[in-house]
């Protein structure tokens, strides 16, 4: 079987209105028609752990995201062009259009760091093989990179690198001032010790 790239569109419909929740579907399945098709309803925690099996125990993993305003030719270029070249199992990207409620909610009211941003584009690496570290790396590094000139901001901690360590330490420039004040005042209040410092740390 030769190389084959799989495209997912998913979304969660958590308004009481199911008819009107089925009605969207039918609007997307009309203008492209899946391959195949899951809509049931779904407990949260079974959501969140439906691709574990995708990130078995000790494998490698470099993840970079960044978010957009416009979905047009050049940001489609970009899209086109890295899943083209992106041919091993493993490495991905998906794409998130954001907006409605989440959209309406004030920017300091909590720590997500662009919720006027109309689209968020994560990118996410993950291999068994030690020797494929540098060229998965790089890859993920590049397409970044290529969509940093088209970028509207923001910073997803669950996507921050380790080279990325310093912008979280600062506050601020992830989460926003007031956001990142909030934070640090929990952590001074909750662990002033900072036992809890192994992932991007806020000091207290």
């Known amino acids: 079987m030769g190389d084959q790239t799989l495209m997912i569109v998913g979304f969660a419909w958590a308004s009481p209105d199911d008819g009107e929740g089925q009605r969207v579907v039918a609007r997307l399945e009309r203008a492209a028609p899946p391959d195949a098709r899951i809509i049931e309803p779904v407990q949260w925690t079974t959501w969140q752990s439906a691709v574990d099996e995708l990130f078995p125990r000790g494998v490698r993993a470099y993840w970079k995201n960044t978010s957009f305003d416009r979905l047009d030719g050049p940001v489609a270029g970009v899209l086109l062009r890295r899943a083209r070249e992106q041919t091993w199992r493993g490495t991905g990207f998906d794409v998130h259009h954001l907006g409605g409620v989440f959209g309406r909610v004030p920017q300091d009211a909590t720590p997500f760091p662009n919720r006027t941003a109309r689209f968020w584009l994560n990118i996410y690496g993950f291999w068994p093989d030690p020797a494929d570290d540098a060229a998965r790396t ?38 926003g001032a007031r956001a990142g004040e909030r934070l640090a005042a929990l952590k001074r209040r909750y662990d002033p010790e900072n036992v809890f410092r192994l992932n991007h740390n806020i000091a207290p």
């Open 138 to 175: 790089a890859f993920v590094r590049g397409f970044a990179a290529d969509m940093a000139p088209l970028a509207t901001g923001g910073l997803y901690v669950n996507f921050m690198a380790a080279e990325d360590r310093g912008a979280a330490a600062a506050g601020p420039p992830v989460y």
